[in-house]
């Protein structure tokens, strides 16, 4: 089983329209997750930061996490073109490193 | 802008040529790390430093050295260059006063081995 598990995609979805992002990772003891955005040949832009179970709004983005069922989404309302971009999950374990677990992202279109 | 400078942006070597990248912060942070970005396989921790002359390996260290002498440069050696190593190389940082978990993101370095 992959450490941190993305759909993906892409998924598309119409201007206006609420996207939905969702992640998967495999270790219980993961503290700490991330959610960044990538736009094609940029490097990756942190949006969201959630640490403790429920949701985290921030503006248009809405971030959940349920630490029982490991599990992590995104939520985009009001899609945008402007949001088109690939959708890195990452999860800080804990330990030492301090280093990041990525998924391998999930490609969004939104259609105008 | 997380103040991370990466150089080259662009580079094209000839396989068993070393190749040093650079990466450059003005904040002083603590953490430095080195990911290699490939399709199919994500971002992928190469090596990280926690502070000057302390370094330790990630999950892909082979064919790849660094080196930290100073709080702002963190330096990726690929020792002998071959054409596996062609990939977009991160540079990133964190340790941002009550955020130490999140990481920023230089502008990355496009490397060719051909």
């Known amino acids: 089983q992959k450490e941190v598990e993305q759909n993906s995609g892409p998924l598309s979805v119409p201007e206006g329209a609420i996207a939905s992002l969702n992640c998967t990772y495999s270790?219980?003891?993961?503290?700490?997750f991330f959610w960044y955005r990538q736009y094609s040949g940029k490097s990756p832009e942190l949006i969201m930061s959630?640490?403790?179970?429920g949701d985290k709004e921030d503006g248009r983005f809405t971030a959940q996490l349920n630490k029982a069922s490991q599990y992590v989404s995104l939520l985009i309302r009001d899609s945008q073109p402007s949001d088109s971009a690939t959708y890195l999950c990452?999860?800080?374990?804990?330990?030492?490193?301090?280093?990041?677990?990525f998924g391998k992202g999930t490609k969004l279109s939104v259609k105008p | 802008d997380a103040g991370i400078t990466q150089s080259p942006r662009h580079k094209v070597t000839e396989t068993g040529t070393p190749v040093t990248l650079r990466c450059h912060q003005t904040e002083n942070h603590r953490y430095m790390y080195w990911y290699r970005q490939d399709p199919g396989h994500g971002l992928r921790l190469i090596h990280y430093s926690y502070g000057v002359k302390d370094t330790d390996k990630g999950e892909v260290s082979d064919g790849y050295s660094v080196s930290r002498s100073k709080t702002e440069d963190f330096l990726l050696t690929l020792e002998s260059a071959t054409s596996s190593q062609t990939s977009v190389y991160f540079c990133a940082i964190n340790g941002r006063e009550g955020n130490p978990y999140e990481q920023y993101f230089g502008p990355g370095t496009r490397l060719t081995v051909t």
């Open positions: 990452a999860v800080f374990r804990g330990g030492s490193q301090g280093n990041l677990i």
């Open positions: 270790d219980r003891g993961s503290q700490s």
């Open positions: 959630i640490y403790s179970n």
